[in-house]
């Protein structure tokens, strides 16, 4: 989706600008303040995301009003929702697409952002401590924003792994930094620790309220074309190298998939026509309905009494012919495409009917 020019469009562009700034600031080695800054500039990035979200679907009904129907004003301006009500208020709309764990991670980071409001950090003492919750409040952003806004808005930026200039620390090393930390640090750390010990085990092992990973060297066997980081899968692993990870650090084993699991995340027709309903309404959409689309934009074959090479010419950005139940499934964004394609009225019911009825084809590409 790509909006129009307008205060919408300028408020998104205001809070992309500002997570854009974030990355860039914590990835520069020498950059002073570089913790508070993007803790401070991720705040303001999920806030104005909200404003603009709120502005396209209530209009400035984000802003106080006193008793008597005016806005409130600060510094002569119209006072919006902080963060924290932003959160509240969007919380109240359905399907909002708000886990826990991104809800927790956000509450992190207000009271964060209100601590360093009143402390002055000589050196980035914290910033090895919630390197994980940093990470995970930028990859929930751009979740949240390409689900608010269509995938045209993705950021494709993220915090890069900094380079050391250490192999390792001893621990004469790691303890001579502890006592280095400042009284206002330890307040903070302080701050983190009871915040993490507060939220429930499920909603902490999650990797949507803080990124957990584990740096083990790669030092023989390796493809020469392979990535120099790669995920472990828990699964994968042996007993015995389950017992060995465990000893240095406990892996996070949630949203673990199964190298044998097929069709992860797929969409029955079913399951895609229910999906529509409950976000625009009952009756909004029904199998018909699929029917016209996926036939008119060409993204499987109308029927499957065809051909066996034919049966199997779909298009697989959004959809695949599962051959071990003789059926259609389709993906997530074949879903987001029909979504997309309702809420900015780029095609209307009565028009894929009618096109359905006359046998026309469409270019999907001019849609998506």
Request: with cysteine; proline share 2%; charged share 30%.
């Amino acid at each position: 989706m790509r909006l129009r020019e307008g205060k919408t469009k300028n408020i998104l562009k205001s809070s992309i600008e500002s997570a854009l700034l974030a990355v860039e600031i914590y990835n520069r080695p020498r950059a002073p303040f570089k913790i508070e800054n993007y803790i401070s500039l991720m705040t303001m990035a999920w806030m104005r995301l909200f404003h603009a979200y709120f502005n396209k679907k209530i209009g400035e009904k984000y802003y106080y009003k006193e008793k008597n129907g005016k806005y409130k004003l600060h510094d002569g301006e119209k006072k919006a929702w902080e963060l924290g009500t932003c959160l509240k208020e969007f919380k109240k709309l359905k399907n909002n697409g708000l886990k826990p764990p991104v809800e927790e991670n956000i509450k992190l980071f207000i009271g964060l952002r209100n601590k360093i409001e009143h402390r002055h950090i000589d050196k980035d003492e914290i910033g090895i401590h919630i390197f994980g919750e940093c990470q995970a409040l930028l990859y929930n952003y751009e979740d949240m924003l390409v689900k608010l806004f269509g995938e045209g808005y993705a950021l494709n930026e993220s915090l890069a792994f900094s380079l050391q200039f250490s192999k390792a620390k001893n621990a004469e090393l790691d303890e001579a930094n502890k006592k280095m930390i400042s009284s206002n640090s330890k307040e903070l750390l302080e701050y983190i620790l009871n915040y993490r010990n507060k939220v429930s085990q499920e909603i902490y092992d999650s990797q949507e309220f803080s990124i957990k990973l584990m740096q083990i060297p790669r030092i023989a066997n390796s493809d020469r074309a392979d990535a120099a980081i790669q995920f472990v899968k828990w699964d994968a692993l042996s007993e015995e190298d389950k017992k060995n990870y465990e000893q240095v650090v406990a892996l996070v084993k949630e949203k673990v998939v199964r190298a044998e699991a097929i069709n992860v995340g797929s969409l029955k027709p079913k399951m895609v026509v229910d999906q529509i309903n409950d976000e625009f309404g009952p009756d909004t959409f029904n199998m018909h309905d699929l029917i016209c689309l996926y036939t008119i934009f060409k993204i499987r074959p109308k029927n499957k009494d065809q051909e066996s090479l034919e049966i199997i010419n779909t298009n697989t950005k959004y959809c695949h012919y599962d051959e071990l139940h003789k059926d259609y499934i389709y993906k997530e964004s074949w879903l987001n495409f029909i979504k997309n394609l309702i809420k900015n009225n780029k095609l209307l019911k009565k028009d894929w009917k009618e096109k359905y009825r006359t046998n026309e084809t469409l270019d999907i590409s001019k849609y998506e």
